[in-house]
């Protein structure tokens, strides 16, 4: 004997019992089919949007966090502040092996400028021909020399005068000349300089 019983709108179960030639009795058969379940395009939509409500919240919530921590950066007394960063320039002149050495002793390092934005803000607050935090270091894997942030980190965005880019032995850069561009200077030669902490 076999028959079919719907228990739910989308799932049907087989079933059979009785018995065999030999009059024993067979085990029953249990079996789900999973039909396809259509529902409501409303539904749909109603779960779209609260999937893009969350995400909206966890990036106010994240921008809010964000701001909150600037808020709480405090730059000593003739710093300026950016973003997440308070930035220093020195009025008198030293070698950029020195003028590193005075960003340090106020727990800085020379300026490593990541971006358009605090490029920008650096040509505007603290133009002059001062050190900032690139210099040109000899590279094993390619026998020649490559600039590199004081913080090991290669240059992967730069603001260069044209033409005087190639990085060489003994040479730093100085941020920013009458253009706001970088330009590249002996290291011997005394500048100030821009600390970034």
């Known amino acids: 004997m076999s028959s079919e019983l719907e228990t739910a709108p989308h799932f049907r179960v087989k079933y059979s019992s009785g018995a065999n030639e030999n009059g024993e009795k067979e085990k029953s058969e249990v ?63 030293k070698i950029w092996s020195e003028s590193r050495t005075d960003c340090q002793s106020r727990g800085a390092d020379l300026v490593i400028i990541n971006n358009k934005e605090e490029q920008e803000f650096i040509e505007l607050n603290m133009r002059g021909d001062s050190w900032i935090g690139l ?38 850069a100085v941020c920013c000349e009458i253009k706001g561009k970088w330009t590249r200077s002996q290291s011997s030669v005394s500048k100030t300089w821009i600390c970034e902490k």
């Open 31 to 93: 079996k789900t089919q999973h039909q396809e379940v259509n529902l409501p395009e409303g539904d749909i939509s109603v779960t779209l949007e609260k999937e893009q409500l969350q995400n909206k919240y966890n990036k106010l919530s994240n921008n809010y966090s964000q701001l909150q921590t600037q808020l709480l950066v405090k730059c000593p007394i003739d710093w300026a502040k950016f973003g997440m960063s308070c930035y220093f320039k020195s009025t008198e002149r």
């Open 135 to 172: 210099t040109a270091s000899y590279k094993r894997e390619t026998g020649k020399h490559e600039w590199e942030w004081v913080d090991g980190s290669p240059l992967t965005e730069a603001f260069w005068v044209p033409g005087r880019q190639d990085p060489d032995h003994g040479f730093s």
